[in-house]
């Protein structure tokens, strides 16, 4: 059975600071991870996801994440948040069956 | 275009009514699913369509759930007589399927809400 951790219910950082998000799956089988953002009255959107390839993916708005298989992790990062980046971050896995299995969410709060 | 929509937005019903809650997907989209997000949890997988058939109900909690796609598109998800332990966001998503890997793209939800 696959699993996701995400290891921290809440972050609270200042704006222009650098951030780390972080998850950490199981599965006995090959995975894909994505990271999913939910803006405060807005639905899931799709951040970043790794298929296959190069284990550093990005997203159009600066973060990005790293598969490290032999940690099983992937972690989510900015090297520098904005107060729009506040929001609930979702990690989640699936493999072939299509299902996304989820972590519980971390809430980024971005303080001036 | 035109995301996944659902209605209603909210619902509010009584303990051991029925309720339906509908989805629409992106037009050409033929995977369809359903996830419940209860307060402070991830979403829950409950099920997923391909086509007009269910591919894998294994989500759904017990009889009392029950998902139709009678032709290829907009989805229902029914819940009959409803229990407290019911409430909770209901979110559809729908991908073009191609492939596994296919992004998933998500409707706003359904806030089911059982008194």
């Known amino acids: 059975a696959q699993s996701v951790t995400q290891l921290d219910s809440q972050v609270p950082v200042f704006e222009e600071a650098p951030v780390e998000l972080r998850c950490n799956y199981s599965s006995s089988v090959s995975v894909y991870l994505f990271w999913y953002v939910q803006y405060p009255n807005q639905g899931l959107q799709l951040l970043l996801k790794y298929l296959s390839g190069s284990t550093l993916v990005e997203s159009i708005n600066g973060f990005e994440a790293e598969f490290n298989k032999s940690q099983t992790s992937f972690h989510l990062r900015k090297p520098s948040v904005h107060i729009s980046d506040t929001a609930e971050y979702f990690c989640a896995v699936s493999g072939n069956n299509r299902k996304l299995i989820w972590g519980l969410g971390t809430s980024l709060a971005v303080n001036p | 275009g035109a995301g996944v929509s659902q209605t209603p937005s909210n619902k509010v019903t009584e303990k051991g009514k029925y309720v339906e809650l509908r989805c629409d997907p992106i037009?050409?989209?033929?995977?369809l699913y359903w996830y419940r997000q209860s307060l402070g949890q991830g979403p829950e997988f409950l099920i997923y369509?391909?086509?007009?058939?269910?591919?894998?109900d294994s989500g759904l909690p017990n009889d009392r759930f029950f998902a139709v796609r009678p032709e290829g598109s907009v989805s229902t998800l029914k819940i009959q007589r409803t229990e407290r332990g019911d409430s909770a966001v209901y979110l559809c998503?729908?991908?073009?399927?191609?492939?596994?890997?296919?992004?998933?793209?998500f409707g706003p939800g359904t806030r089911l809400t059982v008194l």
């Open positions: 037009s050409g989209h033929t995977a």
């Open positions: 369509f391909q086509g007009t058939g269910a591919a894998d």
């Open positions: 998503a729908s991908s073009r399927d191609r492939a596994p890997t296919d992004t998933q793209y």
